[in-house]
């Protein structure tokens, strides 16, 4: 599928793993792309990428917690493009701790990156798309959701993320605004990297498909979601878990 050869998509969390990824899918339909994020060194990776590509790109440091900092970044992207089609809300971050041992800041952190992000991001594109009548809002959730030992601040916040996606997906559906959510399970960024090698092996044979996710199959189901076709297609969550929302337990 190719997009409109105008169509504009921005990307929080955009200049690495999953959302690097979920940027070069995009692009690939032919969009242009802004990336949002707060790591300096990276976006201008990321950006250098994507233009050897062809694609054309804006690499802004933003804080998404911050509603300025959003707000100043989304009209950067109207002042050059005059439109904003897509937004993937994928910025997060985890400090996994019992809940007894969680502080303040655990908690707070974990939520503002991971949810309010999102209702940020939201806030300020909608207006934009609602005046153009078409708009894609695509959140990343997680397979977390549903419950996790150890995650209570970060499976509070990917829950809250469906229930945001649900709301919004009613208070926009007349405008040409779809709202969906992407759960993924376990995937292959820094993080799983990290992990040392039993651990890798033992979380690879909770998936049934038998093996780890990649960027690159989150970005499948964001491209799928993006779409103009995918128009009937709203407030609904899809897991690309391999299958581990069926019935293994989370990390």
Not at 139 to 153: D, Y
Request: hydrophobic share 45%; with cysteine; aromatic share 6%.
């Amino acid at each position: 599928m190719n997009a409109s050869a105008s169509e504009v998509a921005i990307v929080t969390g955009g200049a690495k793993g999953i959302g690097f990824g979920i940027a070069q899918g995009l692009a690939r339909d032919g969009r242009h792309i802004a990336l949002f994020d707060r790591d300096r060194a990276a976006l201008d990776e990321a950006a250098t990428t994507l233009a050897a590509a062809g694609v054309d790109v804006m690499a802004l440091a933003v804080d998404v917690t911050d509603s300025a900092s959003v707000s100043q970044a989304v009209e950067s992207v109207m002042e050059r493009h005059g439109r904003i089609d897509v937004l993937v809300n994928n910025a997060g971050i985890v400090r996994d701790k019992r809940i007894t041992r969680m502080s303040d800041d655990d908690w707070d952190a974990v939520i503002d990156v991971n949810l309010k992000s999102q209702f940020l991001c939201c806030r300020a594109v909608l207006g934009h798309m609602s005046a153009a009548r078409h708009g894609r809002i695509v959140n990343i959730s997680s397979r977390a959701w549903l419950g996790g030992v150890g995650q209570v601040n970060y499976a509070a916040a990917k829950g809250g993320v469906v229930s945001l996606t649900r709301s919004l997906a009613l208070e926009w559906a007349r405008d040409g605004v779809t709202v969906n959510a992407v759960a993924p399970g376990i995937v292959d960024t820094p993080l799983f990297q990290a992990f040392d090698t039993a651990l890798q092996e033992k979380l690879k044979q909770s998936v049934p498909v038998q093996r780890i996710g990649t960027p690159e199959d989150i970005a499948e189901a964001v491209r799928f979601f993006a779409r103009r076709e995918a128009s009937y297609i709203t407030g609904q969550t899809l897991y690309v878990c391999g299958g581990r929302s069926l019935a293994s337990p989370s990390v």
